[in-house]
């Protein structure tokens, strides 16, 4: 999954991360990898913060519902950005601005089709909190309410 993220966000990256200026091009690798884990992270803490039900409704609602999950990611990314790629904080958000929202709803969308299983909203919670239990259940009552 976390690989099928990289390339999501590799697929996405054009005019934020391959086509800008202030990103070196020796840098847009390892960009691109700060992007993925900048959504992984913010993924994992909110299930380890007992908001499971928010992330499916998140998910089952398109991405409309919980937009402060998507900020979290833009916010984490652009600081990484600032502080180790040297990008100044103002184009650094707006670099996030432009690739997490545009690769989060790919994702929600990702996350319904029949074709990437590794997308799938359980599959995804799985591999997120490390294969350590059984969500479907949990899942499945946070799809039903």
Do not use: C, W
């Amino acid at each position: 999954m976390f690989g099928k993220l990289f390339l999501l966000v590799k697929n996405n990256a054009g005019t934020a991360v391959i086509n800008n200026p202030l990103i070196a091009a020796k840098h847009h690798e390892a960009v691109m990898i700060e992007a993925s884990s900048s959504i992984i992270e913010v993924l994992k803490g909110q299930m380890e913060n007992g908001k499971l039900k928010d992330l499916v409704k998140y998910f089952k609602s398109s991405g409309v519902y919980n937009q402060s999950l998507v900020s979290s990611m833009v916010n984490r990314f652009a600081n990484r950005l600032n502080t180790f790629y040297d990008v100044d904080a103002t184009a650094a958000f707006a670099t996030a601005k432009s690739l997490i929202p545009q690769v989060m709803a790919e994702l929600v969308k990702a996350s319904k089709s029949e074709e990437i299983k590794e997308f799938k909203l359980i599959n995804m919670l799985t591999k997120l909190n490390g294969n350590r239990a059984d969500l479907s259940l949990l899942v499945d009552r946070a799809m039903v309410a």
